[in-house]
């Protein structure tokens, strides 16, 4: 296991409700991204966060937003869920590589999220 | 144009026979990074190599090898002596230039299944 955790595990949303998953880095990481997979596709890429700041984003709208908390873990935030938001949602923390980190991130269990 | 292509959805193998995963890869930077997860049924993504594109020899780590020929852009994963548990689903991915460490782009995959 790689030490970062997600929750929660499962979630089912109605259509135009907001939801919000966390996600815990293992120890010492300071970066957190995140990642939508449809079924039966590769991961998108959402959003990264370094030391509580988003630094790089994909191509993913607005009402997709983020946080992270100065003990480096984070939220996702989905606001006016839409049915193609269903997914499994994956985070992945990774120490900053201008300090001294590696090119590896550890990713989560994720949260599947069904939006009916 | 697609940053990473995986062209085989599914693949069979015989217990204790060796495999070969197809990606190849899209990119004009110099540098970058290219892995393999490999993300059982379970969810999550396990991280089974690296290969640097500075790198000059191939990535080993055990029964996983790298086959990369950069100026081909493929990067093909080997799997030597496949065991029951290596059936999952197999991503390439990639990561772009030195400060975008956690942006990867990631294949559609390939569905690996061993057979006894």
């Known amino acids: 296991e790689t030490g970062v955790t997600q929750s929660p595990t499962h979630l089912i949303k109605t259509r135009g409700q907001q939801v919000t998953l966390r996600c815990s880095s293992q120890s010492g990481h300071n970066t957190v991204s995140w990642y939508q997979q449809a079924l039966g596709q590769g991961p998108q890429f959402i959003f990264q966060?370094?030391?509580?700041?988003?630094?790089g984003r994909g191509n993913f709208p607005p009402r997709f937003s983020g946080l992270q908390f100065p003990n480096y873990s984070s939220e996702l935030n989905v606001n006016a869920l839409e049915l193609d938001d269903s997914a499994l949602y994956l985070c992945?923390?990774?120490?900053?590589?201008?300090?001294?980190?590696?090119?590896?991130?550890?990713f989560g269990p994720g949260t599947r999220l069904t939006v009916t | 144009a697609q940053k990473i292509t995986q062209t085989q959805p599914g693949m069979f193998v015989q217990e204790k026979e060796a495999v070969t995963l197809d990606c190849t890869y899209d990119t004009s930077d110099p540098s970058y990074g290219l892995f393999w997860y490999k993300q059982p049924s379970s969810g999550e993504m396990i991280f089974l190599i690296y290969q640097g594109s500075y790198d000059q020899q191939n990535a080993t780590e055990g029964r996983y090898s790298l086959n990369f020929q950069k100026a081909r852009k493929s990067a093909n994963l080997v799997i030597s002596a496949s065991q029951l548990g290596d059936s999952a689903m197999y991503f390439c991915?990639?990561?772009?230039?030195?400060?975008?460490?956690?942006?990867?782009?990631f294949g559609s995959g390939t569905k690996l299944n061993v057979k006894p």
């Open positions: 991915a990639m990561r772009e230039g030195p400060y975008n460490f956690n942006k990867f782009y």
């Open positions: 966060y370094y030391r509580e700041e988003e630094n």
């Open positions: 992945a923390s990774s120490t900053g590589q201008g300090e001294g980190g590696g090119y590896e991130q550890y």
